[in-house]
């Protein structure tokens, strides 16, 4: 990935209209405020901390059995240990994600602005000593969201299950990358350097650190994040909850609804993992592509294009000045 001092970023800052450094807290308004302008969150003790280990220690226990390795290199390195779907296998899990009155659905509700949400997914990480930092990616596009319906909005929240600092590998965030619309000055240089280029010369990075147990790391499913190495001699694990919602009138086509009353499951689920994926994967299946922040050919070709005529007007534009200087310079006396 592409590394820029602060220097060149806080310089970038003056010129790109980013209100993504919102301070994290406990104040639910300075929650919101962080949520919405940068799509990154951490709330202090909103849980409680006995419930989180009667979780931790029933999830360890399912990703003893169902983890499996995602993302491996050709080294034979994983990124990380997972389990899809804990919910369906531990009725203490169940009512800790699903309770529509507990306070990690109530605080989510709070944060999409509604509280017709739906659970569209649940994981179990394990991230092991060495594991090395897992690929940038929004969670939305990996899971092929926008194609089952486009206004479909996701709030992610990301539970430790133990106390932890980021040498773990907690998450971290390009802030504000969640927007769907972008300035002059991020478009410029998407135009010439393609926008992985804008997005981190541009965006300040954030990752979660000094994590107690109660406490809960929210981002949006849009915002560009990884999670960084384990270079700590401890296993890292979490719990993320990915809770839907559709914040158009029209509904979305149902896919952010609910499947009934008694089972707050999203129907988009249903489509995008099937039972047959869900029991390949508790069976063994590791093979997890990577997806990839990539753009259409005839895209980089036409920035290619565009490059070459914005370094020949750049040149152009060096040269008149440098002719207009020396012209100044014959006519004084």
């Known amino acids: 990935m592409l590394s820029w001092n602060g220097v060149w970023r806080n310089l970038l800052f003056v010129f790109v209209p980013l209100a993504a450094t919102a301070p994290a807290g406990n104040s639910m308004e300075a929650l919101i405020s962080s949520f919405r302008m940068g799509g990154w969150a951490l709330s202090r003790e909103v849980l409680d901390p006995q419930e989180v280990v009667l979780v931790a220690d029933k999830l360890r226990a399912i990703l003893m059995q169902h983890g499996r390795r995602a993302f491996g290199n050709d080294e034979g390195k994983k990124e990380v240990r997972f389990t899809f779907a804990v919910h369906e296998m531990d009725d203490t899990v169940a009512d800790f994600v699903a309770k529509r009155t507990g306070r990690l659905w109530q605080q ?10 739906c659970i569209l997914m649940d994981r179990g990480f394990s991230k092991d000593p060495g594991d090395p930092e897992t690929h940038w990616h929004r969670d939305d596009e990996a899971i092929g969201l926008p194609g089952l319906h486009p206004e479909v909005r996701t709030v992610h929240a990301w539970i430790p299950l133990a106390p932890m600092n980021k040498s773990m590998g907690t998450l971290q965030y390009l802030l504000g990358t969640h ?3 972008y300035g002059w000055l991020e478009r410029l240089l998407a135009s010439l350097w393609g926008w992985e280029f804008a997005w981190f010369a541009t965006a300040r990075t954030e990752q979660d650190d000094n994590l107690q147990l109660g406490d809960v790391a929210w981002h949006d499913g849009w ?5 960084g190495s384990n270079s700590d001699g401890a296993v890292r694990d979490a719990l993320a909850v990915s809770y839907a919602y559709c914040p158009s009138p029209e509904g979305c086509g149902g896919s952010a609804s609910s ?3 008694e089972n707050p499951a999203c129907r988009a689920a249903e489509l995008l993992f099937d039972a047959g994926w869900r029991e390949r994967h508790r069976n063994g299946e590791n093979d997890y592509a990577k997806t990839l922040i990539t753009e259409p050919l005839v895209n980089q070709a036409l920035r290619v294009a565009w490059r070459s005529i914005f370094g020949a007007l750049g040149g152009l534009a060096v040269h008149q000045i440098f002719i207009s200087c020396c012209s100044r310079k014959e006519k004084v006396p």
Do not use: F, K, N, Y
Request: charged share 25%; net charge positive.
């Open 223 to 227: 915002i560009l994040h990884s999670a």
């Open 259 to 261: 499947v009934s009353l």
């Open 179 to 181: 927007r769907r619309d």
């Open 108 to 117: 989510a509700a709070r944060l999409a602005g509604t509280q017709e949400l």
